[in-house]
């Protein structure tokens, strides 16, 4: 969540932020208002504490008449002891609910507005001509069915719509892409974690999901537990609560788990294949860090996924994302977007976003600070920021950006060692 006191102290900045995300700015002045009336009634309610210990003391030392009066007022002032207390958790109550809803703070260059008001960073390579090669592309799951890699027809029969089994060498190409993914982050010096896919509420709220509205979650009410929408949020509950000790550099994970999605507010949108789909498999990378390391763990975030995307030769834009798309947490977000050549666009393979500390805040994970002299000093907030090394999706770009005319499917040179040797999908008979 954000900082009270830096908000109290810079309204305007806050405001600004959610404009840029097109959102009302007026809960800025709310949370400034139920800030003064819980500081106010804990102010009231701390007098009247001081009053009543003293009145106590008095009270002990009268006796008779005196004493039985004096006996009267204690009682009043208990009760007006607890009516402020009473006081003083409601403001206090308020202000978390207002402070909670309220998304992290932009950082200064994020481009204001919504979906497609991103800002192109760059171009990588350069889509085929499939026309100068004589062919037209199929669609990823045209070629899935040719290669026997994709199932859709029989996942709908098991599960239903968006749900798909990969066979053959579709469930050979999704364990290639992960280990080189995770190989990856080995050599980057991550800890793989394999990570839980059911969290409680308070870790899912905690990453910054909401998990009273948001349609996008799956619930399990008789467990109050949630299925996780991706590995950043058992990542990020991990530390909760703790005290890390940050001084030889960031804690970096590397999270390999199935993720599940409703996709609510997807209907009729990429129905046709495994581009929206309500469960997949992902690496995702997840850090912990100083604030003012942050940005730079950014960098280098981004420059991981694009070395992962440049492994499956694929063309590709990196934008970034507009204020009015960051979820909730993210101050900053990077997507890198593979060419699609069957629907003429790109599309998102990776993202990376540093959400500074408003995770930390709501997980209460801190780092001990160190004094001039070296000694302990007091704790603060850390940073944490995710980004995706590799997922179920990439086989959509690998099929249709490296197929064959007969439909068949060269395997990128970097992902040969993964699938046996095998240097192309071949068609079933």
């Known amino acids: 969540m954000i900082d009270v006191s830096d908000l109290r102290a810079n309204p305007e900045k ?19 208002s139920s800030d003064a009336t819980r500081r106010e009634a804990i102010t009231t309610f701390e007098n009247l504490r001081a009053e009543q210990n003293a009145f106590g003391k008095k009270v002990a030392q009268a006796k008779g008449e005196e004493k039985q009066a004096l006996l009267a007022e204690v009682k009043q002032l208990a009760a007006n002891v607890k009516a402020a207390s009473a006081a003083a958790d409601e403001a206090q109550a308020l202000q978390d609910e207002l402070v909670r809803a309220m998304p992290n703070l932009i950082e200064d260059g994020v481009p204001a507005g919504g979906e497609e008001d991103f800002e192109l960073v760059k171009t990588v390579g350069t889509p ?26 029989r996942g709908a029969k098991v599960s239903g719509a968006r749900f798909y089994f990969l066979k053959g060498v579709g469930a050979m190409l999704e364990l290639a892409i992960l280990r080189m993914a995770m190989d990856q982050a080995l050599a980057a010096g991550f800890t793989p974690m394999i990570t839980p896919t059911l969290v409680r509420p308070e870790t899912m709220a905690g990453t910054g999901f909401d998990v009273k509205h948001d349609a996008e979650i799956y619930q399990l009410p008789e467990d109050d537990l ?58 995702e990378m997840f850090v912990y860090t100083t604030v003012e390391e942050a940005d730079a763990e950014h960098q280098r975030l981004l420059a991981w996924e694009e070395e992962m995307l440049a492994k499956i030769e694929v063309p590709y834009r990196v934008i970034d994302t507009a204020a009015g798309d960051l979820g909730t947490s993210a101050a900053r977000k990077f997507d890198c977007e593979a060419w699609v050549p069957t629907q ?3 599309r998102e393979l990776t993202s990376t976003s540093n959400c500074t500390t408003y995770q930390a805040r709501r997980l209460n994970i801190r780092e001990r600070t160190v004094t001039e002299d070296g000694g302990k000093g007091p704790t603060r907030a850390v940073a944490t920021l995710n980004g995706t090394l590799g997922t179920t999706r990439w ?19 970097a992902l040969q060692p993964y699938m046996g040797g095998m240097t192309v999908l071949p068609v079933q008979n």
Request: aromatic fraction near 8%; include cysteine; glycine fraction near 10%.
């Open 395 to 413: 086989i959509v770009a690998i099929l249709e950006n490296h197929q064959n005319p007969d439909g068949s499917v060269n395997v990128p040179a």
């Open 344 to 346: 003429e666009t790109f």
């Open 128 to 153: 085929r001509d499939f026309e100068a090669e004589g062919f037209t592309p199929r669609d990823h799951l045209e070629i899935g069915e040719l290669i026997g890699a994709i199932d859709m027809e």
């Open 14 to 32: 806050y405001k600004a932020s959610l404009r840029a995300r097109q959102l009302d700015d007026g809960v800025v002045e709310q949370i400034i």
């Open 226 to 283: 949630y299925l996780v929408g991706t590995s950043e949020v058992p990542l990020a509950g991990y530390h909760a609560s703790e005290i890390l000790d940050l001084q030889d550099g960031p804690l970096r994970y590397a999270g390999w788990s199935s993720c599940y999605r409703r996709e609510a507010g997807s209907h009729g949108k990429d129905t046709r294949g495994i581009i929206r789909v309500h469960q997949f498999n992902k690496v």
